[in-house]
Every structure is written in C-alpha cells, then in structure tokens.
C-alpha cells in the first residue's frame, strides 16, 4: 500500500514513516503543501496523510485542489488537539479521516489500512469500464473473453486502472514497474502491447500518452471511467 505523508516537521515526519515503513506500508513524503501537491497529481498513492499546518500550502488547501480536480485518494488530515474548525472544514472538503496530534502509531497505521484497503494491492481486482483485472492470476477479462499478459504489463494495467483516468507520470510508472530501469521507449511499447490485447477482448478502453505528458487509462469517449 502506497502512502504519501505531507508533514513538514522533519523529524516527526522521519519517525512517522519509519513506523509505517516497518507496518509494511511503501512511504513517500512531502515536506510542504505545494510539493504534497506536485505528487498527488503526478502519481498514484492509496492514501494521502496530510497535516494542516505546513508552508506554501496547508493540508486543507491541498485537499481542495485535489477534490476539485477530480482526485478520489483517501485524505487522513493530521489536525491539532485545537483545531475543532479545520476538522469539520476537512470532512466537508471531502477527508475521509482525521487523527488528533500528538497521535498513536498504531492507530495511524490501522487508519491508513482501513482507508487504503478498497485502492490498494489488498484486493488484486481492479474494474475500469468493461474490463475486469485480476493482478493475481495476471488476467484482464471483458464478457468477450480473458487473456493472460506478463507481469510488467499487469503491473503497468493495474496502476493506471487504480489511478481512475488520471494522468500518471512516465518517470513514476518506470520506477514502480521496472524499478527505474528500462530503455526507451518501454512505455511505448507496453501501452501498444496492452491496447492491442484489449482490441482483442473487444474493449473500448485503451492505454493513451506519451513519456512527455504522462499516461493514462480512458474509456470508448477519451474519458475517464471507472467502476
């Protein structure tokens, strides 16, 4: 499971991901809003831990931003003992969850778990349109029929799938999927592998991008659907 954690208070912030590091969740942080920000929309996470208080964006305009554009990742806000306002602030802005600072570590880990568990790896099926994914038997599937794909082309699918139509970053997918190491044009190549194993299961979903714009998964109009 793939956590951001925005929290600008650098050695809380060091401790915090050491804890949800060894609880076996992958961490990535941000140490202001505006960088919290920059990797919401140019990656995939299954939650997003955001402390309001934090420099060039607080918490509370970060998840505007990402609710406005579209962006459904689960939102745990780090909020103070005082901060009865900006609670209920978050929660009408579309948190799904706050934890009170100074907080238990082992009540943000089941948080985070609990909030994650519907977008993550915990459940190795996936719907985005008429496609089904089944990361675990490495199958995609339309009423037509099913077909069986590589690893690195499940793990590519998957990824987008779970990103519901938004735009990933190409440098984010070749990390996640060949660890940062793979020639050029690899993306390329996949995305025409993928599309034309999904021409044959009569499917109206397609992989589109470049490496310069970032890729994605649309539906039979160029949008976004899933479900």
Same mark, same amino acid.
């Given at each position: 499971?793939?956590?951001? !954690?925005?929290?600008?208070?650098?050695?809380?912030?060091?401790?915090?991901?050491?804890?949800?590091?060894?609880?076996?969740?992958?961490?990535?942080?941000?140490?202001?809003?505006?960088?919290?920000?920059?990797?919401?929309?140019?990656?995939?996470?299954?939650?997003?831990?955001?402390?309001?208080?934090?420099?060039?964006?607080? %918490? !509370?305009?970060?998840?505007?931003?990402?609710?406005?554009?579209?962006?459904?990742?689960?939102?745990?806000?780090?909020?103070?003992?005082?901060?009865?306002?900006?609670?209920?602030?978050? !929660?009408?802005?579309?948190?799904?969850?706050?934890?009170?600072?100074?907080?238990?570590?082992? =009540?943000?880990?089941?948080?985070?778990?609990?909030?994650?568990?519907?977008?993550? %790896?915990?459940?190795?099926?996936?719907?985005?349109?008429?496609?089904?994914?089944?990361?675990?038997?490495?199958?995609?599937?339309?009423?037509? %029929?099913?077909?069986?794909?590589?690893?690195?082309?499940?793990?590519?699918?998957?990824?987008?799938?779970?990103?519901?139509?938004?735009?990933?970053?190409?440098?984010?997918?070749?990390?996640?999927?060949? =660890?940062?190491?793979?020639?050029?044009?690899?993306?390329?190549?996949?995305?025409?592998?993928?599309?034309?194993?999904?021409?044959?299961?009569?499917?109206?979903?397609?992989?589109?991008?470049?490496?310069?714009?970032?890729?994605?998964?649309?539906?039979?109009?160029?949008?976004?659907?899933?479900?």
């Amino acid at each position: 499971m793939r956590v951001l !954690l925005a929290e600008d208070n650098a050695s809380l912030a060091r401790a915090t991901a050491t804890i949800l590091t060894k609880s076996g969740l992958e961490v990535e942080r941000a140490a202001d809003g505006g960088e919290a920000l920059s990797m919401l929309r140019g990656g995939f996470y299954d939650v997003a831990v955001l402390d309001i208080m934090m420099p060039v964006m607080d %918490g !509370l305009e970060v998840l505007r931003s990402i609710r406005a554009e579209g962006n459904s990742v689960p939102v745990i806000m780090l909020t103070a003992k005082t901060q009865v306002d900006d609670k209920v602030e978050g !929660l009408e802005l579309g948190a799904n969850d706050y934890v009170t600072k100074p907080y238990n570590a082992r =009540e943000l880990v089941a948080r985070i778990k609990a909030a994650g568990r519907p977008r993550s %790896g915990a459940t190795s099926l996936v719907n985005f349109g008429d496609l089904t994914i089944r990361a675990d038997t490495l199958e995609l599937s339309t009423k037509r %029929g099913t077909l069986r794909v590589d690893p690195h082309e499940m793990s590519f699918v998957s990824l987008l799938a779970r990103a519901g139509g938004r735009t990933v970053e190409s440098t984010w997918l070749l990390e996640r999927v060949w =660890e940062g190491d793979a020639p050029d044009g690899t993306l390329s190549l996949y995305a025409s592998f993928i599309n034309g194993k999904l021409q044959a299961l009569g499917s109206p979903v397609s992989v589109v991008g470049s490496d310069e714009e970032g890729w994605r998964m649309v539906g039979p109009d160029g949008e976004a659907t899933q479900g």
